[in-house]
């Protein structure tokens, strides 16, 4: 099954090892090492892509990818995997639906829709007009050339113009959410806990 490629910046060997640490080997980590830039949003954008490129040259026909805040939500690592590898063949079996799935999103001010024929037993998928936070995507190969172009611009920022070239999908329950701590992106410490929860509810409560 598909395993993560993880972004992690050279300086930050302290997440790189709370990370496996967290994931307990339920998942085999591959380090991806981010790209540096400011403001920390583009560095963040350009390891994404960056990874793209990585499975665009291997020929894989879709990415996991992972940021290294990204941890377990309310589940055991191993319950985690068993919900992804779960959903994930349904995902492969119609890849011609989908070009990015979301393990999580902080957000969904535009509401969201269920998609049945995505969805699995256990795992319902949404389609996600606008969301946030990209600590676990995966990404299809669709989307590769579309990823990489924004390289090119730079504009509009990279989680606008994702939602406005990109057909996303997010899982429930979410599978991880970002951890407490300082971001290097926001330069600050933050804690999206509560914005996960609002969300989650939110989800849990269209019919």
């Not at 969805?119 to 606008?130: C, K």
């Not at 959410?177 to 971001?183: K, P, R, V």
Request: aromatic share 10%.
């Amino acid at each position: 099954m598909t395993e993560p490629y993880v972004i992690n910046l050279e300086k930050r060997t302290d997440r790189w090892e709370e990370l496996n640490r967290i994931w307990k080997g339920a998942f085999k980590l591959t380090r991806l090492p981010a790209v540096e830039a400011s403001p920390g949003w583009v560095g963040c954008a350009l390891s994404h892509i960056k990874a793209c490129e990585d499975a665009k040259e291997r020929g894989d026909p879709h990415v996991l990818v992972w940021e290294d805040d990204c941890v377990p939500r309310n589940r055991h690592p191993r319950a985690i995997k068993a919900l992804w590898e779960e959903v994930l063949p349904k995902l492969v079996e119609h890849r011609e639906q989908w070009d990015i799935v979301l393990g999580a999103t902080s957000a969904a001010y535009k509401g969201a829709t269920k998609n049945p024929g995505l969805s699995t037993p256990n795992v319902t998928i949404y389609d996600l007009p606008h969301g946030f936070t990209a600590h676990w995507i995966l990404y299809n190969e669709s989307s590769y050339d579309k990823m990489i172009a924004w390289k090119t611009t730079r504009d509009p920022q990279i989680d606008v113009y994702m939602y406005n070239h990109l057909r996303i999908k997010v899982v429930m329950p979410f599978l991880a959410e970002q951890t407490i701590g300082f971001s290097d992106i926001e330069s600050s410490d933050v804690d999206y806990h509560h914005m996960f929860e609002r969300t989650e509810e939110q989800l849990k409560n269209i019919r």
